[in-house]
């Protein structure tokens, strides 16, 4: 129950496209779900999060989307970038709690 | 401000040898963990420190692995024997304290057991 599902596991996107990276989560006691990127040879650093009271949150060209009832959350990159090319990881936590709970990471290639 | 300091960045051991890892985490933030990421997947947490008291080292091979945070600053994560599945980047992260979700996680040390 404490697992975090994330798909896919490697995406290529055109620079100026869209991508997205999909995460689902079984455990209802998880109230903030962060998003992590890594590059290589560094540690993951927070890039957006959200808390569950909302279906949306949106920081620049990133954007989480959230369906509390499917127990399901996105992250979307527009106009995506090389500089974007990196390894995704979505998290949850739960309530009054630390530890993180990862996925399994995706890794985005941007293409010229 | 200064970000998360590790040491070594890589180590390369034989198996049943044992290893050291330091980590000095961001001044005034009380709480430091460490993860294990084995290639190609997420961060697991392994211990979790509130100044130098232990909050969850419910994942933590106990029977191979200590941690200790003395003074509440810097902390050692110890293997000893290590074996051939240990190989994994360990990451070292800190927070200003519970329900501070700002984690900021060192660059780690990559451990190879052969």
């Known amino acids: 129950q404490q697992q975090v599902k994330q798909s896919p596991q490697s995406l290529i996107v055109q620079k100026g496209g869209i991508s997205i990276i999909n995460c689902a989560y079984e455990n209802t006691a998880f109230d903030y779900f962060p998003w992590y990127q890594q590059f290589p040879g560094k540690g993951p650093a927070l890039l957006i999060a959200i808390r569950p009271d909302v279906s949306e949150k949106k920081e620049g060209r990133f954007t989480i989307s959230f369906n509390k009832s499917a127990k399901q959350f996105s992250l979307h990159i527009m106009d995506s970038q090389p500089g974007d090319s990196a390894t995704y990881f979505c998290?949850?936590?739960?309530?009054?709690?630390?530890?993180?709970?990862f996925g399994t990471g995706t890794q985005l290639k941007v293409e010229l | 401000e200064a970000g998360v300091a590790q040491s070594p960045r890589y180590k390369i051991i034989e198996k049943r040898q044992s290893v050291a890892f330091w980590c000095n985490p961001i001044?005034?933030?009380?709480?430091l963990y460490w993860y294990q990421q084995i290639l190609g997947q997420g961060p697991k947490l392994l211990i979790q420190f509130q100044n130098n008291g232990v909050v969850d080292d419910s994942q933590l091979p106990k029977d191979r692995f200590s941690a200790e945070r003395l003074k509440g600053v810097d902390s050692t994560l110890k293997i000893q024997p290590a074996k051939l599945e240990d190989s994994a980047v360990y990451l070292c992260?800190?927070?200003?304290?519970?329900?501070?979700?700002?984690?900021?996680f060192g660059s780690g040390t990559r451990l190879t057991v052969v």
């Open positions: 992260a800190s927070s200003t304290g519970p329900g501070r979700y700002g984690y900021t």
């Open positions: 998290a949850a936590t739960p309530g009054g709690g630390n530890k993180l709970t």
């Open positions: 001044s005034g933030h009380a709480t």
